[in-house]
């Protein structure tokens, strides 16, 4: 009997997913999730009181591992820029369909949710950053610098996960848009100088 609760449990967990991943929060049907999950809609209300809750039982293990990956083992102390990268990818594309849900929630969990990680994951860059980079405060003279980079790094993560292209396709994208904002970063950094004298000038 306990075997066929968490059969039901899951059915409809994957199909709440789907729906969720397809139409987003404000669109997403509890009976599209009941038929697709093969049982009646009363049957989905046995397990979850409403929409909101069936949500956020998919969303909220997510934001827990985020806060406590990116508070922790998310970025590996002594790493570079590069391989923390490396790990960050691997961590999207395990938790992409979350992702996509949040990103696509049209709700105040969404909000909050950027906003925690572009508050977190900016020092979290400036501190890695001042790591790999001497004088770095001397050079990057804009304390929003790193808030702004982050904002930018963290919308285009989030569209290459929107575009709904394959796996391989979407985990070489976010490759891609690491090696541009994260490769070669001691020489990047170095021409600032130029900049210094021509505005000098």
């Not at 950027?114 to 980079?133: C, G, M, P, T």
Request: aromatic content about 14%; glycine content about 4%.
């Amino acid at each position: 009997m306990q075997y066929l609760k968490k059969d039901v449990y899951n059915r409809i967990y994957a199909a709440a997913v789907e729906e969720f991943k397809a139409c987003g929060y404000a669109n997403a049907s509890i009976r599209n999730i009941a038929y697709n999950a093969e049982v009646s809609v009363g049957n989905v209300y046995r397990y979850f009181t409403d929409k909101e809750s069936l949500y956020l039982a998919i969303i909220n293990p997510f934001i827990e591992s985020v806060k406590s990956g990116i508070e922790g083992g998310m970025i590996i102390p002594g790493a570079s820029t590069i391989e923390n990268a490396r790990h960050l990818v691997t961590f999207l594309m395990e938790n992409r369909d979350t992702i996509l849900i949040i990103s696509k929630g049209e709700t105040s969990y969404y909000d909050k949710f950027v906003d925690y990680i572009l508050d977190v994951a900016s020092s979290k860059i400036k501190a890695v950053l001042q790591r790999e980079i001497a004088n770095l405060d001397h050079i990057v003279s804009n304390e929003s610098f790193y808030s702004v980079i982050t904002q930018s790094f963290v919308y285009s993560l989030f569209k290459i996960l929107k575009d709904g292209e394959d796996k391989n396709t979407q985990e070489r994208r976010i490759c891609e848009l690491i090696t541009f904002y994260f490769g070669n970063l001691k020489s990047r950094f170095y021409h600032f100088e130029m900049w210094d004298k021509e505005l000098e000038k």
